[in-house]
């Protein structure tokens, strides 16, 4: 409230208010003092005026004279304040009384003589007449003393006293009054002459706010305003003088802003050119990149087709080794560019991504079954675990995902030199419709350093850069997956520890699908019993987990004889165990043992479902009575494993049953390309396949011949010459709608990897594409597609061998015919060849036997091996596939493997003696 007064408010409080107070005090003071001795005096009159009347009553008291009592009471009313006077009796009976009744009570007796009471109006005493009064009246007595005469009353009116003290507190109120009255004149001229210089004072600076720089303060009379006015002007001098200096530089700057931006409109025209000429020199860039994407996977697409056809000619085993270096050559240099083009895409922002559902655990588990052969080759066991909370069906890229998976993976296996790489799958957050995950990849490798943890996600840098480094590549995988992960939106790190291993995760959040309805559990299995059998303690805790996705109720073991003797318990109970499934190995359980075994579990009543290495398949493949339906690779896809263990359950039909139905007719088919060696490997492949093939060179060319012949599917390069792959498509669309034919399937071949290539093909009215290399897989599937005409396929890659192993043939005539691709001149001369060699190969086996010379003792092995693959001789094959593999891992038990390729090789030259 003080603070929301001025300066003259301030100054008349500070002036008034002690002067009021101080008025107030001491005025208040003197009235009380003034009051209380007048009151004091009262009191003291009438104390008198008692006394005086006590000696003037006692005669007449003494004898009773109430006359006399009388008179002496009225004359006692002229006293000034007494209002009323009363005689008593000794025994306070009234005997005289003057003036009006008495306003107070008569006061109680004492131990004093004099007693009084009173009230705010009057005050009565009452005052005992002894007979000793009498002496005071001059009255002769015989003997004074204290008898009592009689009493005396007196009552004294306030009146006076009180209007006395009335009139000297007006009078203490009126000078009081006047003494402020003129205080407050005093302090109203004291604040006019501050309120004003101040006024003043306040003008100016607000004139200076304003701007007026140039207001300046007179005088103001005192000493120190005037200091004050002083301080201020020379402020506005410097304030001016800094506005005017301002105003000099604010000018040079807006010159210099002015020149500046003409600079830069300059600047901006010449920038707006530059980035024309970019986007122009990154368009010819993307264009260049694309074509020489075309340029090197055509010669590619040449090498590796032609690699596998010559792969299936006459050749000797070493021919057959180079052809193998050739392929994986290409197939090394063809994911090289696949990479670098990949990392162009990404950098050059022009990598779209799908948004499509997938089923997580088949991708993870498709990823591991690409990379096994790699793993099982150096003996790692490749795990995958996800976890039962994961959600399975999301949506997403999953061509590109896997991608990362299979690159993180492949590095796994690249630096682990033993134990295992496991993948896992887990659920970090989850909300309705999207689910965070984390997906990590673990291996027991060599570990990354704090150095190359730091360059490990940068373009061309690799854990390993000295010159003897073990693992090749660009060093642009792990680039590419971590750019591929931030535009989907998730993060990718590692973590690592040298000589222990690394952990590459992942983390994204993807939105839910519906769920699959495959990955159900099947009522053929669901509820039924099931031993799994594995060694290792991870993969036997993968395994149960996958058998328990698949509705079973899982028993897992570590040995095979405990899972026996489990089986053989639980026969006769109430729920038997109805299945096994063996994840077994050359070094856990030999082909040879296998079949008494599986011979124990048939007694048994259990059905037996084989897992093994990759590179150990065809050694169990020929020792178990169905290897079809019995035997998978590890690791186990969940999805094919249900599927085997329902055909041991419910078997539909025998596989002898499928017989491949030939087509009705060969499918005509025209191949367009420009590239000679293209166009001849693509009309070899078809020939083979049993197809009816036309060529072109040309675009022009093929159009020409679809309008002078009907095709029943045309393969047409993109990039040619003169008329392009698309130009030639519109040119047959438009011939057919002119002539309403029903168009042709035009499959496109390419070799481009920029850019959304498919979108672009398709809108250009192609049917599909396929990217170059190409395989006999793929035309035979794009026949079938497009035209429903079944191509004979060439492919050997599912052909096994039904008979165990003492029942494998020393000799089968079909099977070399079929090795020779069905020349019989080729099987005979192949055969003549391994027959010829046979005796050296059998001694020099046996000479580095006894010498104990192990490396030479594989490498005659490995190289009759290599013979007896383009031969039908299984028997022989199959001994020396089992003895090789045994050599290298130094197992006691080749040396009866040996033996067996010994007598394999007897029984083979009995054979070729008694045919001849």
């Given at each position: 409230m003080i603070t929301d007064l001025g300066i003259k408010g301030r100054v008349l409080m500070l002036t008034l208010l002690p002067t009021s107070l101080l008025a107030l005090v001491l005025g208040g003071y003197f009235t009380w003092m003034q009051l209380s001795s007048l009151q004091e005096q009262l009191l003291q009159r009438g104390q008198m005026i008692i006394e005086q009347l006590a000696p003037l009553a006692a005669p007449a008291l003494q004898s009773g004279d109430a006359e006399l009592l009388q008179r002496i009471a009225s004359q006692a009313l002229e006293q000034p304040d007494v209002r009323a006077v009363s005689f008593l009796s000794a025994e306070r009976n009234a005997l005289a009384h003057a003036g009006p009744s008495m306003l107070n009570p008569s006061p109680a007796t004492g131990e004093q003589p004099l007693v009084q009471s009173g009230n705010q109006n009057a005050t009565r005493f009452l005052l005992p007449v002894y007979q000793q009064h009498l002496s005071l009246t001059g009255k002769a007595i015989s003997a004074p003393g204290t008898q009592l005469l009689g009493w005396v009353e007196l009552e004294l009116s306030h009146h006076s006293t009180l209007i006395i003290g009335y009139r000297s507190l007006l009078a203490s109120l009126l000078l009081i009054a006047a003494g402020l009255m003129v205080t407050a004149l005093l302090a109203v001229r004291m604040s006019h002459t501050i309120n004003e210089p101040l006024r003043r004072i306040k003008h100016g600076v607000a004139q200076l706010k304003d701007g007026h720089l140039e207001t300046r303060l007179p005088p103001l009379g005192s000493h120190e305003l005037d200091e004050l006015a002083s301080g201020i002007n020379r402020m506005a001098e410097s304030l001016q003088n800094a506005q005017e200096e301002l105003q000099h530089s604010v000018d040079q700057a807006t010159e210099d802003v002015r020149q500046n931006l003409e600079t830069i409109e300059i600047q901006n025209i010449e920038l707006d050119l530059a980035r024309k000429e970019a986007l122009e020199a990154s368009r010819i860039k993307s264009e260049f990149l694309a074509n020489m994407s075309h340029e090197i996977r055509t010669p590619l697409n040449g090498i590796?087709?032609?690699?596998?056809?010559?792969?299936?000619?006459?050749?000797?085993?070493?021919?057959?080794?180079?052809?193998?270096?050739?392929?994986?050559?290409?197939?090394?240099?063809?994911?090289?560019?696949?990479?670098?083009?990949?990392?162009?895409?990404?950098?050059?922002?022009?990598?779209?991504?799908?948004?499509?559902?997938?089923?997580?655990?088949?991708?993870?588990?498709?990823?591991?079954?690409?990379?096994?052969?790699?793993?099982?080759?150096?003996?790692?066991?490749?795990?995958?675990?996800?976890?039962?909370?994961?959600?399975?069906?999301?949506?997403?890229?999953?061509?590109?995902?896997?991608?990362?998976?299979?690159?993180?993976?492949?590095?796994?296996?690249?630096?682990?030199?033993?134990?295992?790489?496991?993948?896992?799958?887990?659920?970090?957050?989850?909300?309705?419709?999207?689910?965070?995950?984390?997906?990590?990849?673990?291996?027991?490798?060599?570990?990354?350093?704090?150095?190359?943890?730091?360059?490990?996600?940068?373009?061309?840098?690799?854990?390993?850069?000295?010159?003897?480094?073990?693992?090749?590549?660009?060093?642009?995988?792990?680039?590419?997956?971590?750019?591929?992960?931030?535009?989907?939106?998730?993060?990718?790190?590692?973590?690592?520890?040298?000589?222990?291993?690394?952990?590459?995760?992942?983390?994204?959040?993807?939105?839910?699908?519906?769920?699959?309805?495959?990955?159900?559990?099947?009522?053929?299995?669901?509820?039924?019993?099931?031993?799994?059998?594995?060694?290792?303690?991870?993969?036997?805790?993968?395994?149960?987990?996958?058998?328990?996705?698949?509705?079973?109720?899982?028993?897992?073991?570590?040995?095979?004889?405990?899972?026996?003797?489990?089986?053989?318990?639980?026969?006769?109970?109430?729920?038997?165990?109805?299945?096994?499934?063996?994840?077994?190995?050359?070094?856990?359980?030999?082909?040879?043992?296998?079949?008494?075994?599986?011979?124990?579990?048939?007694?048994?009543?259990?059905?037996?479902?084989?897992?093994?290495?990759?590179?150990?398949?065809?050694?169990?493949?020929?020792?178990?009575?169905?290897?079809?339906?019995?035997?998978?690779?590890?690791?186990?896809?969940?999805?094919?494993?249900?599927?085997?263990?329902?055909?041991?359950?419910?078997?539909?039909?025998?596989?002898?049953?499928?017989?491949?139905?030939?087509?009705?007719?060969?499918?005509?088919?025209?191949?367009?390309?420009?590239?000679?060696?293209?166009?001849?490997?693509?009309?070899?492949?078809?020939?083979?396949?049993?197809?009816?093939?036309?060529?072109?060179?040309?675009?022009?060319?093929?159009?020409?011949?679809?309008?002078?012949?009907?095709?029943?599917?045309?393969?047409?390069?993109?990039?040619?010459?003169?008329?392009?792959?698309?130009?030639?498509?519109?040119?047959?669309?438009?011939?057919?709608?002119?002539?309403?034919?029903?168009?042709?399937?035009?499959?496109?071949?390419?070799?481009?990897?920029?850019?959304?290539?498919?979108?672009?093909?398709?809108?250009?009215?192609?049917?599909?594409?396929?990217?170059?290399?190409?395989?006999?897989?793929?035309?035979?599937?794009?026949?079938?597609?497009?035209?429903?005409?079944a191509l004979r396929s060439q492919s050997s890659e599912h052909t096994g061998i039904s008979t165990t192993h003492n029942n494998l043939s020393v000799l089968d005539a079909n099977e070399g015919l079929r090795l020779a691709a069905g020349k019989a001149d080729l099987a005979a001369d192949m055969l003549s060849m391994l027959l010829a060699g046979l005796p050296g190969d059998r001694q020099a086996i046996r000479q580095a036997r006894d010498s104990g010379e192990r490396n030479s003792l594989i490498e005659r092995v490995h190289r009759l091996h290599g013979a007896t693959r383009y031969c039908g001789v299984p028997q022989l094959r199959a001994a020396c596939q089992r003895s090789e593999t045994l050599l290298k891992q130094n197992d006691p038990a080749a040396q009866q493997a040996l033996d067996e390729l010994d007598a394999a090789i007897e029984r083979l030259a009995q054979h070729a003696q008694v045919g001849a």
């Open positions: 590796l087709g032609f690699t596998n056809l010559l792969q299936k000619s006459e050749l000797t085993p070493r021919q057959q080794d180079y052809l193998g270096t050739i392929e994986k050559s290409a197939d090394s240099l063809l994911a090289i560019i696949n990479e670098i083009l990949d990392f162009s895409k990404i950098e050059a922002g022009k990598l779209v991504l799908e948004n499509i559902p997938f089923n997580l655990r088949d991708l993870l588990q498709e990823t591991l079954t690409i990379l096994a052969p790699a793993a099982h080759a150096k003996q790692l066991e490749l795990l995958s675990l996800v976890y039962r909370d994961t959600p399975l069906s999301l949506i997403g890229d999953p061509l590109r995902l896997k991608q990362v998976l299979t690159n993180l993976v492949s590095n796994a296996i690249k630096f682990t030199r033993a134990g295992t790489v496991v993948i896992r799958a887990m659920l970090e957050d989850e909300s309705a419709d999207r689910a965070q995950l984390r997906i990590s990849v673990q291996d027991t490798g060599i570990g990354l350093s704090d150095e190359d943890l730091r360059e490990l996600f940068q373009a061309f840098s690799q854990a390993d850069n000295s010159l003897s480094r073990q693992a090749g590549g660009t060093g642009l995988g792990l680039v590419i997956s971590k750019r591929l992960i931030e535009q989907m939106g998730g993060e990718i790190g590692v973590d690592s520890t040298p000589e222990e291993g690394s952990e590459f995760w992942i983390t994204l959040s993807l939105p839910k699908a519906r769920d699959d309805a495959e990955d159900l559990p099947r009522p053929p299995l669901l509820g039924r019993r099931v031993a799994a059998l594995e060694s290792h303690d991870l993969a036997r805790q993968a395994l149960q987990h996958q058998l328990e996705d698949c509705g079973l109720q899982v028993s897992g073991f570590d040995s095979l004889d405990s899972l026996l003797s489990a089986v053989a318990e639980a026969r006769h109970s109430a729920q038997p165990i109805e299945l096994a499934v063996l994840g077994v190995s050359t070094q856990t359980l030999p082909p040879e043992r296998l079949d008494q075994r599986i011979w124990e579990l048939e007694r048994l009543a259990c059905k037996t479902l084989l897992l093994c290495p990759t590179t150990e398949q065809s050694l169990y493949h020929s020792f178990l009575p169905d290897a079809y339906s019995q035997l998978q690779a590890k690791p186990a896809c969940t999805r094919k494993l249900q599927r085997g263990l329902t055909e041991l359950i419910s078997p539909r039909q025998n596989r002898a049953d499928y017989k491949h139905t030939a087509p009705s007719r060969p499918p005509l088919i025209l191949c367009v390309d420009d590239n000679p060696a293209n166009l001849l490997l693509v009309q070899t492949l078809l020939d083979d396949m049993g197809a009816q093939v036309n060529i072109a060179n040309s675009g022009f060319e093929a159009v020409k011949k679809a309008a002078e012949q009907t095709f029943d599917l045309i393969f047409m390069d993109v990039q040619m010459p003169g008329m392009d792959g698309r130009q030639a498509t519109e040119a047959i669309r438009q011939a057919e709608n002119q002539h309403n034919q029903s168009p042709v399937p035009i499959i496109a071949l390419t070799a481009h990897a920029l850019a959304n290539e498919k979108r672009a093909l398709l809108q250009s009215g192609l049917d599909d594409y396929l990217t170059k290399p190409i395989s006999e897989r793929q035309l035979a599937q794009v026949v079938l597609k497009w035209t429903g005409l």
